[in-house]
């Protein structure tokens, strides 16, 4: 399995950037799966940032409800994060993640990352 993130870059606060996870070698037809953005600050630990399920359920860190959105195109094998409303606080390297187990489980899958800066 092979995750590879794209989409990130410098940007001001209140902007917008959509993140990209192309997934190669993960199937989306086994009956459980999840597909989920972590990132990691500079001096601070791992800390995830949304998660979808093979139900499609959704689930975000508090930090970033109502500002930031996954979505899965299954077709294209690929995974998204809609990041708006962007803060300072919210620079970091962004990392997409799989499992074929439950989101609250481990993440036996990662990507490299993509690293997110926002700033004036």
């Given at each position: 399995?092979?995750?590879?993130?794209?989409?990130?870059?410098?940007?001001?606060?209140?902007?917008?950037?959509?993140?990209?996870?192309?997934?190669?070698?993960?199937?989306?037809?086994?009956?459980?799966?999840?597909?989920?953005?972590?990132?990691?600050?500079?001096?601070?630990?791992?800390?995830?940032?949304?998660?979808?399920?093979?139900?499609?359920?959704?689930?975000?860190?508090?930090?970033?409800?109502?500002?930031?959105?996954?979505?899965?195109?299954?077709?294209?094998?690929?995974?998204?994060?809609?990041?708006?409303?962007?803060?300072?606080e919210?620079?970091?390297?962004?990392?997409?993640?799989?499992t074929?187990?439950?989101?609250?489980?481990?993440?036996?899958?990662?990507?490299?990352?993509?690293?997110?800066?926002?700033?004036?």
């Amino acid at each position: 399995v092979q995750l590879v993130e794209s989409g990130g870059g410098l940007v001001q606060p209140g902007r917008s950037l959509r993140l990209s996870c192309a997934a190669s070698g993960y199937t989306y037809s086994r009956s459980m799966y999840c597909m989920g953005w972590f990132r990691q600050a500079p001096g601070k630990e791992r800390e995830g940032v949304a998660a979808i399920d093979s139900d499609g359920e959704t689930s975000y860190a508090d930090s970033v409800k109502g500002r930031f959105t996954i979505s899965q195109d299954n077709a294209k094998n690929t995974q998204y994060l809609q990041m708006n409303s962007l803060k300072p606080e919210d620079t970091a390297m962004y990392y997409c993640a799989a499992t074929y187990d439950y989101c609250s489980g481990s993440f036996n899958y990662w990507g490299q990352g993509t690293r997110v800066s926002v700033a004036s």
